[in-house]
């Protein structure tokens, strides 16, 4: 569904993903894992358009994707969220979603008809799944860190994605969060028949929901395997100075 | 929800006040009343790009300026139908409003606003130096009105009636999905451009929209005055109408008017007794930092919503 082949970007003199490759099939849950600095968000800046690789190729479903604007990658199916909280603060929750739902549906350019009345069941069904719907009137910035996390998710659903990407989706919560999150990831993967990408730093999230796993270090992909190849690979203990992959 | 089914009664009360006043008041005051109306609208047509779209717009006064000079021109110069003028000005002003927002939107924060500056500074250059077509800094004067709008009392209700309509107009479309995507831009433009939303054109429609109603206010000034002076589009000005917004409150529908309504009268009155009004002015700014920084509306509407909870909290 998704194949990144040698995608490389570099920051002035800093390569921060020098040959990225990553296969994706439909249906599956895929982990990017790696050291900090190893080039994971920046590799999903690469696929969703925030930057625009200098080599390399990004093709989703046969297509050729590599340097679309955001908002066209978005329309193609691929959602995203966030490592770091990025929400509409000013909003309420309600609004969050609606406005990526009025976006999928292609109503965001509609002049004169009052926005309350447009695409609320959706976003309600949304709400609901995601568990905020009681909180829908309620400003986002007043969220707690947690519900604020979920709500990054949420707007990523309001645009009916095929492939959803999640940059660290439990980054900073607590234990309970953490797990009631995961929970929640596995259930919308489930329910709505997501292909998953994401990152994240606890291994043991990842290696109990990650189908497959892609290894990153110093920019560049060591391997792509099942969690249990990605385990016994001495490459990897290496990467990670030796045994912090249980 | 209770709140919205009030508005539409609070604003008949206040416009049937509004109908009434000429015959209450002498004609300074009806001429000050119709000032701040065509005030007003210039403020709240910014305001959709500053308060709704985040962006720094501030040389908005130039808009303003080519509407009241388009009209001007083509009722001196030409022998076309006068519904042509009051047309051609916010036509005007949109265009110009197009042609230098399709520059501004490639930047972002403060270097759109610089740029915005800069390209609306050269406006107001050409109308200041362009002695054979726009008078220089003479201006244009004595410019003929159509007859039903000749007198001060019919032009007041002219521009009432016209101000009404806008702002009826700029409620629907920012209560609009374009309005709410607006707003989202403001918040968060990067996540907007993830959510599928094209950034830059929704802010280039924004831009446009609102200097086609500065346009409007820009006729509307004509239609009280009878005149035009490059002032009009001097950064000054726009630097006033930046103003009305934070202090009535940029984050409110109706702020923009209540801070047009103060500034325009300190302007009046400060004005009488002494040439150095800005320095209230400037004493009213820091104070307005200090104590009402979501400005005057955004402080109503915060006491507002501590009476009645989580209500108020939700904003029109």
């Known amino acids: 569904m998704l194949k990144v082949e040698g995608v490389e970007k570099s920051f002035g003199d800093f390569k921060a993903v020098r040959g990225a490759n990553l296969t994706v099939e439909r249906g599956d849950i895929v982990a990017v894992i790696g050291p900090n600095g190893a080039g994971k968000t920046t590799l999903f800046n690469l696929i969703t358009g925030q930057l625009k690789p200098e080599r390399g190729r990004i093709l989703f479903k046969g297509e050729d994707i590599t340097g679309l604007p955001p908002y066209e990658i978005c329309k193609k199916g691929i959602a995203r969220s966030f490592q770091i909280v990025n929400i509409f603060h000013r909003l309420t929750v309600f609004e969050n979603v609606q406005v990526a739902v009025l976006a999928h549906q292609g109503k965001s350019s509609q002049l004169f008809r009052p926005a309350r009345k447009l695409a609320v069941e959706k976003t309600e069904e949304l709400l609901q799944s995601v568990g905020l719907l009681d909180k829908a009137y309620e400003v986002a910035g007043t969220l707690s860190h947690g519900d604020q996390k979920v709500l990054e998710i949420a707007i990523a659903l309001g645009n009916d994605p095929e492939l959803l990407i999640l940059d660290e989706p439990t980054a900073g919560m607590s234990p309970e969060e953490t797990a009631s999150t995961i929970e929640l990831i596995k259930h919308l993967a489930e329910t709505r028949n997501l292909t998953i990408l994401f990152c994240e730093h606890d291994m043991e999230i990842v290696f109990s929901i990650a189908k497959s796993i892609m290894v990153m270090h110093q920019g560049q992909t060591l391997l792509q395997a099942s969690p249990e190849e990605v385990r016994r690979d001495p490459r990897v203990q290496e990467a990670y100075l030796g045994g912090e992959v249980c | 929800m209770q709140k919205k089914d009030k508005w539409p009664w609070l604003s ?22 119709a000032l701040i109306f065509v005030t007003a609208l210039l403020a709240m047509s910014l305001n959709l790009t500053v308060g709704y779209g985040g962006m720094y717009q501030f040389h908005h006064g130039v808009f303003y300026g080519v509407g009241a000079y388009t009209v001007a021109l083509i009722l001196t110069k030409t022998s076309w139908p006068k519904w042509v003028a009051f047309l051609a000005g916010p036509l005007a002003a949109a265009v110009v409003g197009f042609l230098i927002g399709w520059f501004c939107v490639r930047l972002t924060r403060l270097y759109f606003g610089m740029l915005q500056i800069s390209l609306g500074s050269l406006v107001w250059a050409i109308v200041f130096r362009w002695y054979s077509f726009t008078g220089g800094d003479d201006g244009i004067h004595g410019i003929p009105m159509p007859s039903f709008i000749s007198s001060l009392k019919s032009s007041y209700y002219f521009i009432l009636a016209v101000v009404t309509v806008c702002i009826y107009l700029l409620y629907r479309i920012v209560n609009s999905p374009f309005g709410r995507t607006l ?63 934070l202090l009535g409150g940029w984050f409110t529908f109706v702020g923009p008017i209540i801070g047009a309504a103060i500034i325009v009268s300190l302007r009046t009155f400060v004005g009488i007794y002494t040439e150095y009004w800005t320095l209230i002015l400037g004493v009213i700014l820091i104070l307005l930092i200090f104590f009402l920084p979501e400005g005057v509306m955004g402080f109503v509407l915060e006491r507002f919503a501590q009476g009645r909870g989580e209500l108020g909290k939700r904003r029109g």
Not at chain 2, 12 to 33: D, N
Not at chain 2, 194 to 207: D, E, K, S, T, Y
């Open chain 2, 183 to 245: 707003q989202a831009i403001r918040d968060n433009p990067d996540r907007c451009e993830a959510v599928g939303v094209n950034v830059r054109r929704h802010q280039l429609v924004a831009i446009v929209i609102a200097t086609f109603f500065a346009g409007v206010a820009g006729v509307l000034f004509v239609v009280l005055e009878g005149s035009v002076f490059p002032d009009l589009l001097f950064w000054v000005l726009s630097l006033e109408i930046f103003i009305m917004c």
């Open chain 2, 12 to 33: 008949a009360a206040i416009l049937g006040i509004l109908v009434l006043l000429p015959f209450m008041l002498p004609r300074f005051y009806t001429y000050i009343i």
